[in-house]
């Protein structure tokens, strides 16, 4: 268990709405991601964190921001949803750093719906 | 792009019978990890390998790296329905620093009592 939890677990919201997920990590890690499932595409990422304020996009960025305030706490944004955004959304976190061997751990996602 | 190919996607056996899962790129990779994934859940690491031919066993999963390391395998020995789930493999993308992972699009597997 790497102290990984997300929030909300579900949510179900409207078209044209911003919503907020928040991941949140108890142990200090200087990477996290932000990624989502659905099926058919198997794990995509959205972007990722190297450290405080320290972002990056990953391959399905469009439409959605992040922000990292604090090593803990990792936001994902969807400025206006749209049903596209419909997924399981997964935070991830990476206990390595440089020279480390790399292993993510996950959360326990959120599902989002857009209607 | 780098690209990890996972097949099959599905596969339904029979409590007892053993099966081979595997992730193909044409990337090299500096480590491969493996995931089981079960419903409603996030994935979770089985194991990670990291030097090219390095055999890992996981009680009755054998998890194999290419000498290569742009392939890998996951054997399973006599399954039980508790195996049943989404196993995912994911290789280290890291390139200029960067931590990224990129992951296969998964093999379903259903083990039958």
């Known amino acids: 268990d790497a102290g990984i939890t997300q929030s909300p677990r579900h949510k179900v919201t409207e078209t044209g709405t911003p919503v907020t997920l928040r991941c949140h990590q108890t142990?200090?890690?200087?990477?996290m991601y932000w990624y989502r499932q659905d099926p058919g595409h198997g794990l995509r990422l959205i972007h990722y964190s190297y450290g405080v304020k320290d972002t990056d996009k990953g391959e399905v960025s469009d439409g959605y921001s992040v922000s990292r305030s604090k090593t803990e706490d990792f936001l994902l944004t969807l400025e206006s949803a749209t049903s596209s955004q419909t997924s399981v959304y997964f935070c991830?976190?990476?206990?390595?750093?440089?020279?480390?061997?790399?292993?993510?751990?996950f959360g326990p996602g959120t599902r989002l719906t857009v209607l | 792009t780098q690209l990890l190919e996972q097949s099959p996607q599905f596969l339904s056996i029979q409590e007892g019978e053993n099966l081979t899962v595997y992730c193909n790129s044409s990337?090299?990779?500096?480590?491969l990890q493996w995931y089981r994934q079960e419903p409603g859940e996030g994935p979770v690491l089985l194991v990670t390998?990291?030097?090219?031919?390095e055999v890992k066993k996981l009680k009755r999963l054998t998890f194999q790296f290419g000498d290569a390391r742009k392939d890998s395998s996951l054997h399973i020995t006599a399954a039980q329905p508790g195996d049943t789930g989404l196993y995912l493999c994911a290789g280290d993308g890291t390139t200029s620093g960067t931590y990224k992972y990129i992951f296969g699009t998964g093999t379903r597997l259903k083990v039958l009592a």
């Open positions: 990337s090299v990779f500096s480590s």
């Open positions: 991830a976190i990476s206990t390595s750093s440089t020279g480390d061997l790399n292993e993510q751990f």
């Open positions: 142990e200090n890690h200087r990477y």
């Open positions: 390998v990291v030097t090219g031919g």
